[in-house]
């Protein structure tokens, strides 16, 4: 899968491309149920530059060896025959930081997203307990508490939630702060 960001066969998208081929691989050796997307692309983009570096560091030292001259898409054309050098190249350092990869998806974005999803499911039927709202409205909801810490601000108790009076406001925050403070914990 590595070698396919090296050999960049597109002008751009390459690295998505990659991450989506990896994707695919864990798709298919069973390592997520059908249909789930195994969320290892959010670690890799938290660790963008580890990944650039992993890449580099088989890629840079081969830049030497590369005859290559630009041409007028801003892409580059390579001029002699590279394939020897990517045929069987050592990918120890890719392995390992996919594994990794992986590794902090199980262990810490998976279980923090079911933590999330189910504080939100908590928060969300504790407001149709208060209030009767539309899940998008409910959703806006949520999404401005967490800007203001757990605070509904004063615009919004003047605009989008104008029709919630104090005592539901009140409730709404204390619903809020019960769901997520153990989200956190």
């Not at 580059?76 to 590794?103: G, K, M, P, S």
């Not at 409205?137 to 104090?166: C, I, M, P, V, Y």
Request: proline share 5%.
């Amino acid at each position: 899968m590595h070698s396919f960001v090296y050999i960049h066969p597109y002008v751009d998208g390459n690295g998505r491309l990659h991450r989506w081929l990896i994707h695919h691989a864990l798709a298919a050796a069973s390592y997520s149920p059908p249909g789930l997307v195994f969320p290892v692309s959010a670690v890799i983009l938290r660790n963008i530059d580890r990944y650039r570096a992993v890449l580099e560091s088989w890629s840079a030292p081969l830049l030497p060896f590369i005859e290559w001259r630009p041409t007028v898409s801003a892409n580059v054309e390579v001029l002699n025959d590279t394939a020897v050098f990517y045929r069987y190249f050592d990918a120890t350092a890719h392995a390992t930081f996919l594994y990794a990869c992986v590794e902090q998806t199980v262990e810490h974005d998976l279980p923090q997203e079911v933590r999330f999803l189910q504080a939100f499911d908590t928060f969300s039927e504790g407001v149709q307990q208060i209030i009767d709202m539309p899940t998008a409205q409910a959703e806006l909801l949520h999404k401005f508490l967490g800007q203001n810490d757990g605070r509904l601000s004063q615009r919004a108790r003047t605009k989008e939630f104008a029709a919630l009076d104090d005592l539901e406001v009140e409730r709404i925050e204390a619903l809020y702060a019960d769901a997520f403070e153990r989200d956190r914990a």
